[in-house]
């Protein structure tokens, strides 16, 4: 499996690929449009890529990322029910890897559907898929099951929020400024907010 590829741009196409050549070889590699525009227009420079290498029965495919996280994030939204490499890229090229991870910690279903091909069925399912396997930090506070203490309290605050019928809009107003570890204490506080709302 191929995980990173350093070598000289060849080519950067307005088609979502570009042609790195690593000793003598050239691979070709699908990006986001923001990556191909980081990279450059074909400058010939020397250019360091994370690669998903993406096998399939009948084909193979690999997919460069100029960042791990972005990487990460890729691999996270494959493994989401109904989710191929191009809704992957698509997520990607709406939504950073930081602020992918924000959407997802407060249930933005109206975020995800700026993603072309994606609708509002589809963004709640991917958000619960999302839940489980995004590891990533939140304003640099680590993720959920990385020993993150606040954000840990909040994720469980909105999921029970979630759960007593609240929408997403209202979670997320509730829980825009409240801060804490206890996620007792922080549930009463957004239960209070809500019943004044």
Known sequence: MIGSLRGRLLECGQDGHVLLEVGGVGYRITVTPTTAYRLGEGSDDEVFVHVHHHIREADQALFGFLDRS??????ALLSAHGVGPSLALAVLGVHGPDELAKVVAVDDVAALCLVPGIGKKTAARLLVDLKGTLDLPVDGVPAAGNGGGPRSALTEVQEALGGLGYSPEEVR???????????????REALRRLARA
């Open 173 to 187: 107003s509730v829980l825009a400024d409240l801060a804490g570890d206890d996620s007792a204490d922080l549930l």
């Open 70 to 75: 972005e990487r990460t994030c890729f691999e």
